[in-house]
């Protein structure tokens, strides 16, 4: 069966590459299977919803479905079905949901102040769709199937670009950079490298809490590819993010020794491929007075934040700060220059209220894999909720760090992750624990593969 499915996968490969067009009746078939289901479970949308809005393969086409919004097609199919369900969704009992609405309500009052509307309507919208998403994730996902599943789809959506840019890499020996795909937030090297970087834990995630050994080692041959990706990027924010999730994996791991030496031998050997002009870019992290990346960098967040001090508590609105008008009322002669931040973008887009909430949240999501790490001690059958609140954390980490040179403040992925831990908080809740765990195993690794558990996860999965 395995052999069968990978010949017809290297079929349709094949023929997307001689015939362009195939990739796109390929993806719209797809969407039209997915969205069939979708119909009879709610869920099945939201994966689908979740795919689109993260990896965005109709950006990789040639033809006809080059751009088209499925998002929102599959969005109304989502909601529809759950509207006409038995399905009841409730977000967790903690904060951060609420903050989150808090937000985004603040930042669309702001929006109406905003110094380009024009300019800042249409990210508006755009943010809100994300936002929208991630709502109905907290109020969707209620057990460890569905959490399990919305993982595969990230690690898989940002997977891909990682595991192809790893092979670009090789193959090229590291003389291009590596790109996402085009007319996305992950278009840019340094923002692929960061997202990339992002869904290292995750992926560590899956491999410990998979059961299938042809699968698990598929998924151990991604990590030296993605690697190979974030260098092949010559991020020097992406670099510093890596370095920064590794070592706090480090830190939170069990198996120290082990995995200081894989992670020693998955670098040492990715740098080994490397040619001498990404050392040379990598030195230049040295020299960040005379650095003009850097210094652009700086003149953007100090308009973010004069901007914010002289319009308290409003900012210029989504993409403001960096429209001429407002940029060059305080550097004349400067170039523009995107916030280059996700602190400062916040801050100068939409004021210190936006920024205060906003750290609220990054604290808050800490704050909840803390707690649902030490809900799980010595709690065998939960031990796929540490685990994932662990790698959530550490993959948070790396973003809180990485994300303070690069403008991604609203990245779906990021903001899914966050909910995460939230979601884990609510379904390790005292009360809830003996709920959450009536068909869950210890470890992937060690659960049966019987029919009666299959049925009972594709139960969790769709139908709640």
């Known amino acids: 069966m395995i052999s069968h499915s990978c010949q017809l996968l290297l079929i349709l490969a094949d023929w997307t590459v001689k015939y362009p067009l195939m990739r796109d009746i390929v993806l719209l078939g797809a969407i039209i299977f997915f969205l069939g289901l979708a119909f009879r479970y709610p869920y099945a949308g939201l994966l689908t919803w979740g795919w689109l809005t993260i990896m965005n393969p109709h950006m990789l086409v040639y033809g006809f479905a080059l751009g088209w919004p499925f998002n929102f097609g599959v969005a109304l199919v989502t909601l529809a079905a759950w509207f006409f369900s038995r399905e009841k969704m409730r977000w967790p009992g903690d904060a951060l949901p609420w903050l989150m609405a808090a937000l985004v309500a603040w930042m669309t009052f702001d929006s109406f102040f905003a110094v380009d509307g024009d300019w800042s309507w249409p990210l508006w919208d755009?943010?809100?769709?994300?936002?929208?998403?991630?709502?109905?994730?907290?109020?969707?996902?209620?057990?460890?199937?569905?959490?399990?599943?919305?993982?595969?789809?990230?690690?898989?959506?940002?997977?891909?670009?990682?595991?192809?840019?790893?092979?670009?890499?090789?193959?090229?020996?590291?003389?291009?950079?590596?790109?996402?795909?085009?007319?996305?937030?992950?278009?840019?090297?340094?923002?692929?490298?960061?997202?990339?970087?992002?869904?290292?834990?995750?992926?560590?995630?899956?491999?410990?809490?998979?059961?299938?050994?042809?699968?698990?080692?598929?998924?151990?041959?991604?990590?030296?590819?993605?690697?190979?990706?974030?260098?092949?990027?010559?991020?020097?924010?992406?670099?510093?993010?890596?370095?920064?999730?590794?070592?706090?994996?480090?830190?939170?791991?069990?198996?120290?020794?082990?995995?200081?030496?894989?992670?020693?031998?998955?670098?040492?050997?990715?740098?080994?491929?490397?040619?001498?002009?990404?050392?040379?870019?990598?030195?230049?992290?040295?020299?960040?007075?005379?650095?003009?990346?850097?210094?652009?960098?700086l003149t953007a967040w100090s308009v973010a934040y004069k901007y914010a001090v002289d319009h308290f508590p409003l900012g210029a609105g989504f993409a403001g700060p960096q429209r001429k008008p407002v940029y060059n009322s305080y550097y004349p002669d400067a170039e523009t220059h995107a916030a280059h931040s996700i602190y400062f973008q916040v801050l100068g887009e939409h004021g210190f209220p936006a920024l205060f909430i906003y750290l609220l949240i990054a604290a808050l999501s800490l704050r909840n894999t803390r707690m649902v790490v030490k809900r799980c001690k010595d709690r065998p059958e939960m031990a796929w909720a540490r685990d994932l609140a662990t790698m959530t954390e550490v993959s948070l980490v790396g973003f809180y760090v990485g994300g303070a040179a690069l403008s991604m403040a609203y990245y779906d992925g990021f903001l899914l992750l966050q909910a995460f831990t939230s979601i884990l908080r609510g379904m390790t809740e005292p009360h809830r624990m003996p709920a959450a765990t009536i068909d869950d195993q210890p470890s992937g690794r060690s659960a049966p593969s019987n029919r009666s558990t299959a049925t009972a996860s594709q139960r969790a999965l769709l139908g709640g």
């Open 126 to 297: 755009r943010t809100v769709k994300i936002y929208a998403f991630v709502f109905l994730c907290l109020a969707m996902i209620n057990n460890k199937a569905r959490i399990h599943a919305m993982v595969w789809i990230i690690v898989i959506s940002i997977g891909f670009f990682g595991v192809k840019g790893g092979i670009f890499t090789i193959m090229k020996a590291g003389a291009y950079h590596v790109y996402g795909p085009d007319n996305t937030i992950i278009s840019d090297n340094n923002q692929l490298a960061l997202a990339v970087v992002m869904v290292l834990p995750l992926t560590y995630y899956l491999f410990e809490h998979t059961g299938n050994r042809w699968l698990r080692f598929g998924i151990a041959l991604t990590f030296p590819l993605q690697i190979a990706t974030v260098l092949g990027s010559y991020s020097r924010g992406g670099l510093v993010a890596l370095a920064v999730v590794l070592g706090f994996f480090w830190l939170r791991s069990r198996r120290k020794l082990l995995h200081l030496a894989v992670a020693a031998m998955l670098v040492l050997g990715a740098l080994q491929a490397m040619p001498p002009a990404f050392f040379e870019r990598v030195n230049s992290i040295d020299s960040v007075q005379t650095d003009e990346s850097f210094q652009g960098r």
